[in-house]
């Protein structure tokens, strides 16, 4: 399996974990973005296969793969560029005009990406694009001041809101399901699905959280994992157990599944306010 951990500026740190996959058999990647705008490859076993496998980005902070291309939103840059997962550049700006871009999530041949740089309720959106890059639809969403991650399942997108403290449902074709459909979250900065379960951080709680949720909107566990050693956790993957590394597989269900979530605090959060700051008069 691959997993991203992305370092952001402002002495601060943004990750997203994403459920990726499989490169080639038997071999498993960690891709890692970091403060100078790289990302580098790495071994499930911490070995360093290349530091800088694709440089010059611009704040990295979301990732999405399909077969070996890899999707990258560049959060101060307004892009997203395209790469092969051997670190290739195939199309350094796919996608280009967007504001601060953060979560992206694939299905099929879609791109689904936040926007999250605008301070104006209401004025960020959800972009719909092609993994070739055509626009099917830049506003398929209007949404909340502070978006962050994004997960998709079926035809249902679920949205975290920083500034709300919620999640939201939103179908494919961009009609609201549940403005609200998770509540009473400090500072959700990453989601996961898996099945008929969403898992959520929170890392503005007084001892931060990884909450399980169903996708009606129930709480499992609204504190499934926490403790003094979870440190604001970023974003979050479920990576499924016992799985053949040469081939696709089904989601498989809650119970045969590990989930990894990474402790530090969010580059998007960052971002904007700086972004904020310089919108003030």
Excluded: Q
Excluded at 159 to 183: H, K, P, Q, W
Excluded at 201 to 222: D, H, K, M, Q, R
Excluded at 230 to 259: D, F, K, Q, Y
Excluded at 268 to 274: L, N, T
């Amino acid at each position: 399996m691959k997993w991203l951990r992305g370092h952001g500026l402002c002495g601060l740190f943004a990750v997203l974990l994403g459920l990726l996959a499989n490169h080639a058999a038997h071999a498993d990647l960690i891709l890692e973005t970091n403060a100078i705008g790289t990302i580098g490859e790495y071994t499930t076993s911490g070995a360093t296969v290349n530091a800088a496998l694709i440089s010059g980005l611009n704040a990295p902070i979301g990732i999405a793969v399909s077969g070996s291309d890899l999707f990258v939103t560049n959060n101060f840059g307004n892009t997203i560029g395209e790469y092969t997962t051997s670190g290739a550049t195939v199309n350094a700006d796919l996608i280009s005009g967007l504001n601060a871009p953060a979560g992206i999530a694939l299905s099929g041949s879609d791109l689904f990406v936040v926007n999250s740089g605008s301070i104006g309720a209401g004025s960020n959106t959800i972009g719909e694009y092609t993994t070739s890059g055509a626009t099917v639809n830049a506003a398929l969403v209007l949404t909340e001041r502070v978006p962050f991650a994004i997960a998709v399942s079926g035809s249902d997108l679920f949205v975290t809101s920083g500034f709300n403290n919620n999640v939201r449902e939103y179908t494919t074709s961009g009609a609201t399901v549940n403005a609200a459909l998770i509540s009473g979250l400090s500072g959700p900065n990453g989601i996961a699905v898996s099945g008929s379960d969403l898992f959520v951080t929170n890392a503005f709680a007084l001892f931060s959280t990884i909450g399980e949720y169903t996708t009606s909107g129930a709480t499992v566990n609204a504190a499934l994992i926490s403790g003094p050693t979870l440190t604001n956790p970023g974003g979050i993957a479920i990576i499924p157990t016992g799985r053949n590394s040469c081939c696709a597989a089904p989601v498989p269900e809650p119970g045969s599944l590990s989930l990894l979530g990474l402790a530090v605090t969010g580059l998007g959060f960052c971002a904007r306010r700086k972004r904020g700051l310089r919108r003030m008069p």
